[in-house]
């Protein structure tokens, strides 16, 4: 159906609080993956889920961060305790399988005041 | 620890340049090279891609430009037109994998 969409597109939170950011993926795009991209930054992996599994989880920052994914399909990425150098934007990709083009949301714009 | 080096960081270019954009990578396992492009607002979308069995892809007025010996590669936008003018990400994988990008070049194109 149509692309990969993320929500809230904006999220605006208070030092110390819990966030919850969510994506949908292309329907029928069993692998998924979260990046992060800071102010002037390239992109940075955070965690990768293929199916249900998150078999590489190499790129969460701290154990503050965490993410699932049911149904094969809707991930969400949770941020608890939240801290000033986690503003970013939170983007989330989709493919349908090894070779595929990853498609991109537009990602969350996350600020912790 | 970035594992894909990308310059420069920004450019402005007159309509109808070229804007030239290049990146170096370390892991010899990377076997994909994608570029994407960035407008303000949105996410990144693929622009074009490479494997190192070949040292040069066309798409239109985009070009990639691939050296497997110097482990670089880099992108030309020929004719470049005012619409452009975005971000452009290099990135590196294996197996199409987890992709590692570039820190991003801000291309203008000046009318």
């Known amino acids: 159906g149509a692309g990969v969409s993320q929500s809230p597109s904006n999220k605006v939170t208070e030092k110390g609080k819990d966030v919850e950011l969510r994506c949908d993926p292309i329907?029928?795009?069993?692998?998924l993956y979260w990046y992060r991209q800071s102010l002037g930054q390239g992109l940075e992996f955070l965690i990768y889920?293929?199916?249900?599994?998150?078999?590489?989880k190499s790129g969460l920052p701290s154990d503050r961060f965490s993410a699932e994914r049911t149904g094969g399909s809707v991930s969400t990425l949770t941020i608890q305790r939240t801290q000033q150098e986690d503003s970013a934007v939170y983007l989330c990709?989709?493919?349908?399988?090894?070779?595929?083009?990853?498609?991109f949301g537009p990602g969350t714009r996350l600020l912790v005041l | 620890q970035q594992q894909v080096k990308q310059s420069p960081q920004s450019l402005i270019v007159q309509k109808g340049g070229i804007s030239i954009i290049n990146c170096a990578y370390e892991?010899?396992?990377?076997?994909?090279f994608p570029w994407y492009q960035q407008f303000p607002g949105k996410g990144p979308a693929l622009l074009i891609a490479?494997?190192?069995?070949?040292s040069e892809k066309k798409e239109g007025r985009f070009t990639i430009s691939f050296n497997k010996s110097a482990k670089q590669f880099s992108l030309h936008i020929m004719d470049s037109q005012p619409g452009d003018s975005a971000t452009y990400f290099c990135?590196?994988?294996?197996?199409?994998?987890?992709?590692?990008f570039g820190a991003g070049t801000t291309v203008t194109v000046r009318a």
């Open positions: 990709a989709s493919r349908r399988g090894l070779g595929e083009t990853q498609y």
């Open positions: 329907s029928g795009h069993t692998a």
């Open positions: 889920f293929q199916g249900n599994s998150a078999p590489d």
């Open positions: 892991n010899t396992a990377f076997d994909y």
């Open positions: 490479i494997r190192p069995d070949v």
């Open positions: 990135a590196a994988s294996i197996n199409d994998y987890k992709l590692s």
